[in-house]
């Protein structure tokens, strides 16, 4: 069964440090997304993006963040210096198009340590 | 603002047990509910809802949504310890493609 996959399970990194985040979607996907989890908080709407744009973003991603789909196959984010506070699991979605609704399939999440 | 809650936060049962667990959403311009479980990392996904009264099921669990009183159940019946997870609600509105997420309940099925 197709599946969003992501790289890396777990990234630490230093406080003003640049990261990316690395996401291959669902081969036929069109939509893909990008939340965040906060230990112990609820999953949080960072940006979609669709037709190699960003479609909708929330005030969580600020100027420090980024999108890209760099070629056919990966979508990444990418966190310009990073602070303590964004230490938090990114989960990568993506969904299809003709499904009501658009379900919304999710990687396995890369862990974010900010030290 | 958009608000989706659950209820319980926590929930501790044995095995064999049936659950049901709540969800409650306000969203502007409702398109779509869904039901994910997390268990260690990824949300993954078990129902999407759209109509009202339409029950979906899959296996031991099953899901309805009412759309005028603004919430859905997810049932489990004769509950197994693998079914100890995280398990999530999400409202999504035709205002966007974002999904609001609930905080979750936290399912723990004792032997």
């Known amino acids: 069964e197709p599946e969003v996959t992501q790289t890396p399970s777990h990234q630490v990194t230093q406080m003003g440090q640049e990261v990316i985040l690395r996401c291959v979607p669902i081969s036929n996907h069109l939509y893909f997304y990008w939340y965040r989890q906060i230990l112990g908080q609820k999953v949080e709407f960072l940006v979609s993006?669709?037709?190699?744009?960003?479609?909708?973003k929330s005030e969580i991603f600020d100027d420090q963040f980024s999108v890209e789909r760099p070629d056919g196959s990966n979508f990444t984010l990418k966190i310009r210096s990073t602070k303590l506070e964004d230490s938090a699991m990114y989960f990568c979605a993506s969904s299809g198009q003709g499904e009501v609704g658009h379900t919304q399939y999710f990687g396995p999440g890369t862990r974010l340590t900010v030290l | 603002e958009d608000k989706v809650v659950q209820s319980p936060l926590s929930l501790v049962v044995h095995e064999g047990d049936t659950v049901t667990l709540n969800c409650s959403y306000e969203v502007t311009n409702f398109r779509s509910l869904l039901w994910y479980k997390q268990e260690k990392k990824a949300p993954t996904f078990l129902f999407m809802l759209t109509s009202s009264g339409i029950e979906k099921k899959s296996g031991r669990l099953s899901s309805i949504l009412d759309k005028k009183e603004l919430f859905s159940i997810l049932n489990i019946t004769a509950t197994q310890t693998g079914d100890s997870a995280v398990y999530l609600c999400?409202?999504?509105?035709?205002?966007?493609?974002?999904?609001?997420f609930g905080k979750g309940t936290s399912l723990l099925v004792t032997p």
């Open positions: 999400a409202v999504g509105s035709n205002s966007g493609y974002a999904l609001n």
């Open positions: 993006f669709y037709n190699n744009e960003i479609s909708e």
